[in-house]
């Protein structure tokens, strides 16, 4: 059994995701536990620099989780042909031309998403990976969470017959600054920076939606800004210039031809009572099911209760207690470090990847439906995507 060196060169990730989900859950703990596993029992070892605009925030981030490399000049690193990889979880603005600067390079590309904040860009840099040769990828950490993967055994083991419906629940209150500390960036709200809901998210549901229950055919979205105001990090108030809640209907082809309908909502102008802070209730003719972050609990056809309406007594069932948990048949890893295993193997072995750019621009894609049905009042259709 060999290890051999991979480096890899990740910009962005004095951030939050950057830092916790793609550095430390990642990175350093593919590092801990010897590397990546290859399909010959070799090793891949990732060697990575650390590259920001502040030098002292890089350094002690790189020092305190054992990485000897770090610097300021994302030029001068892209010329290391020894680093094979660009990774970047920076602002969504930037991101296009810093792919395309890496492609140049010669560097297979992985990164956050959105790609873009737009379409045409996205399919530009979309096919521009597609063309030089080199692997890319683009983040999609939902589809391996542990509560998404049971779905997924769920819909492959037939057990919802057909599918009928999908009801998304995403959120929770992002306080607004003044009387609790924001748990959010402030750039979140501010549309000038990237900020809004329906970016940030419908580039999720758009890989989710596709790959888990029906490849989306057209959507009817309506966003809102419902704080007008919030406070910064400094403490100062300023005006929220983004979408902070959408909701949103979409038609789904379902993976055998059906008619799938989902409804979602979602907002950082909501307090949670469920089961957790995103779930999806899916229902079709043999059973429903409902996933959080985690679990998973369904309910067949032949235990359905039958429930009474009646307005004149109080409501005697509980209703949470007549699903049955999905157990957990498998230790589940980190959704983040899977997905960069997985992009690992594939620039080293060439592993079948499908999360690739052009997913990524799909993401994208829906998201200039939903805020043109928005603007428009009216459904829009998304069309097959030509790369």
């Known amino acids: 059994m060999a290890t051999q060196r991979l ?31 290859l399909s010959n029992g070799d090793k891949v070892m990732p060697d990575p620099i650390l590259i920001g605009r502040n030098a002292e925030k890089i350094e002690a981030l790189a020092k305190a989780h054992g990485i000897t490399r770090w610097g300021t000049d994302l030029n001068e690193a892209l010329k290391n042909k020894d680093d094979t990889i ?56 939902k ?3 542990p509560g998404l993967r049971k779905l997924d055994m769920l819909r492959r083991a037939g057990f919802f017959g057909k599918m009928l419906s999908v009801r998304l629940e995403f959120g929770y209150w992002v306080f607004e600054g003044d009387l609790q500390p924001i748990q ?22 758009r890989y989710v939606l596709d790959n888990l229950f029906g490849e989306v055919k057209s959507i009817s979205c309506i966003g809102a800004t419902h704080i007008p105001e919030r406070w910064d990090e400094a403490g100062k108030p ?25 409804q979602m909502n979602m907002s950082w102008a909501t307090r949670v009572r469920r089961d957790d802070l995103v779930t999806f209730h899916v229902d079709g003719t043999h059973g429903s099911a409902v996933a959080g972050l985690s679990s998973c609990r369904a309910q067949s056809r032949v235990t359905t209760p039958r429930p009474v309406w009646n307005p004149d007594e109080k409501q005697m069932m509980n209703f949470f207690d007549q699903w049955q948990e999905v157990p957990d048949s498998q230790t589940y890893d980190n959704g ?29 894609q829906l998201v200039e439906a939903a805020l ?6 009216r459904w829009i259709d998304v069309p097959a995507l030509s790369i």
């Open 143 to 145: 589809l391996f969470l």
């Open 238 to 262: 300023y005006k929220a210039t983004a979408d902070d809640a959408a909701y949103a209907t979409a038609e789904l082809k379902g993976h055998n031809g059906e008619n799938v309908i989902a």
């Open 86 to 141: 660009f990774f970047d979880a920076g602002t969504t603005q930037m991101r296009p031309t810093l792919l395309a600067k890496a492609i140049r390079a010669g560097k297979h590309v992985y990164c956050e998403k959105p790609i873009a904040t737009n379409l045409n860009e996205a399919v530009e840099i979309a096919r521009l990976a597609e063309s030089s040769g080199l692997k890319h990828g683009a983040v999609q950490d």
């Open 184 to 205: 959010r960036p402030s750039w979140n709200y501010r549309t000038e920076d990237g900020g809004g809901m329906i970016l940030d998210m419908m580039c999720h549901w």
């Open 7 to 37: 480096g890899l060169i990740m910009h962005g990730v004095t951030g939050r995701m950057g830092m916790n989900q793609h550095l430390i859950r990642s990175i350093v703990a593919i590092r801990k536990q010897g590397g990546v596993t």
């Open 336 to 364: 983040f470090k899977i997905q960069w295993e997985h992009f690992i193997r594939h620039v080293v072995e060439n592993e079948p990847y499908k999360w690739t750019l052009p997913e990524g621009a799909k993401g994208v």
């Open 372 to 377: 043109e049905s928005w603007k428009e009042r």
